[in-house]
């Protein structure tokens, strides 16, 4: 039996990491303030945002390593073979403190670098639960992963760089977050600086245009419920008619990054 392990950042809920099955999810964690916590189910986080307003340093890290080590051991004392998919190694030492705990627990494990982060790392995870249930074997699946990860991208914007660059997670003097301009990034890997965009609509047309004409699914996510994504995800429903287009809430660790009012879309393409 294959079992899937991923981190937080997936952001599924209780009903969806149930429902999946074959799927463990290890928690990132984060610190607001003065105080630590797991990053759990994205039913499961509270209202952290007035929290992450308030209080300094917003931080977030790597899953504790025993986090890790407990899931593996827990599935290959069960006899499964374990495919571990994991937030992009550009952006976090997740996948190498993966990679660590299952050369601990030994066994059959494969810890793959997603390239991605939350919702695109969704649309991944997906992909190898659904190949599990077809029963594809262990390789096929790794290697179909491989694969399939240099399909997904994400295109997004931010209100603020504040978060960003506190970070770490940009080095890009040329990105900028004024009365009129919002910077676009694309997400492969790591964060490119793609352009500022003048005013909203210019903003929105230009993350649209990022998008590959032959995608098959996509997620629409923002950083805060009461972030507005309706004139964006109807941009898109215009141009990819024939595309279901979910929509995800952002947990504590990437809105650490993002900001409120931050969103953007993940995509998997055909081929």
Same mark, same amino acid.
């Given at each position: 039996?294959?079992?899937?392990?991923?981190?937080?950042?997936?952001?599924?809920?209780?009903?969806?990491?149930?429902?999946? #099955? /074959?799927?463990?999810? +290890?928690?990132?964690?984060?610190? @607001?303030?003065?105080?630590?916590?797991?990053? &759990? %189910?994205?039913? $499961?986080?509270?209202?952290?945002?007035?929290?992450?307003?308030?209080?300094?340093?917003?931080?977030?890290?790597?899953?504790?390593?025993?986090?890790?080590?407990?899931?593996?051991?827990?599935?290959?004392?069960?006899?499964?073979?374990?495919?571990?998919?994991?937030?992009?190694?550009?952006?976090?030492?997740?996948?190498?403190?993966?990679?660590?705990?299952?050369?601990?627990?030994?066994?059959?494990?494969?810890?793959?670098?997603?390239?991605?982060?939350?919702?695109?790392?969704?649309?991944?995870?997906?992909?190898?639960?659904?190949?599990?249930?077809?029963?594809?074997?262990?390789?096929?699946?790794?290697?179909?992963?491989?694969?399939?990860?240099?399909?997904? #991208? /994400?295109?997004?914007? +931010?209100?603020?760089?504040?978060? @960003?660059?506190?970070?770490?997670?940009?080095? &890009? %003097?040329?990105? $900028?977050?004024?009365?009129?301009?919002?910077?676009?990034?694309?997400?492969?890997?790591?964060?490119?600086?793609?352009?500022?965009?003048?005013?909203?609509?210019?903003?929105?047309?230009?993350?649209?245009?990022?998008?590959?004409?032959?995608?098959?699914?996509?997620?629409?996510?923002?950083?805060?419920?009461?972030?507005?994504?309706?004139?964006?995800?109807?941009?898109?429903?215009?141009?990819?008619?024939?595309?279901?287009?979910?929509?995800?809430?952002?947990?504590?660790?990437?809105?650490?990054?993002?900001?409120?009012?931050?969103?953007?879309?993940?995509?998997?393409?055909?081929?």
């Amino acid at each position: 039996m294959v079992a899937i392990v991923t981190d937080s950042s997936v952001g599924y809920s209780t009903a969806e990491i149930t429902s999946r #099955g /074959i799927l463990s999810v +290890v928690p990132l964690n984060y610190q @607001l303030g003065g105080y630590f916590y797991e990053e &759990n %189910a994205s039913d $499961k986080n509270g209202d952290f945002l007035p929290l992450m307003a308030r209080l300094s340093p917003c931080k977030t890290a790597q899953p504790a390593l025993n986090n890790f080590i407990r899931t593996f051991q827990s599935l290959t004392d069960k006899g499964c073979d374990v495919i571990c998919i994991v937030l992009s190694s550009a952006l976090s030492g997740t996948y190498s403190s993966a990679c660590f705990a299952a050369d601990q627990v030994g066994g059959n494990i494969r810890v793959i670098d997603s390239a991605t982060i939350g919702p695109g790392l969704h649309l991944l995870a997906d992909e190898a639960v659904n190949m599990v249930k077809c029963g594809l074997s262990f390789e096929e699946i790794a290697a179909h992963l491989e694969e399939l990860k240099k399909k997904i #991208g /994400i295109v997004f914007s +931010v209100e603020s760089l504040d978060r @960003l660059l506190y970070g770490g997670r940009l080095n &890009n %003097a040329k990105a $900028k977050a004024t009365l009129n301009l919002r910077p676009v990034f694309e997400l492969k890997g790591k964060i490119l600086f793609k352009a500022n965009a003048r005013g909203s609509r210019e903003k929105l047309e230009m993350l649209c245009s990022l998008v590959p004409d032959n995608v098959r699914r996509l997620i629409v996510g923002r950083c805060g419920a009461e972030t507005d994504v309706n004139d964006f995800t109807a941009m898109l429903k215009s141009r990819f008619p024939q595309v279901y287009i979910h929509q995800r809430v952002l947990g504590p660790v990437l809105s650490i990054h993002t900001g409120v009012g931050a969103f953007g879309a993940a995509y998997v393409t055909n081929n």
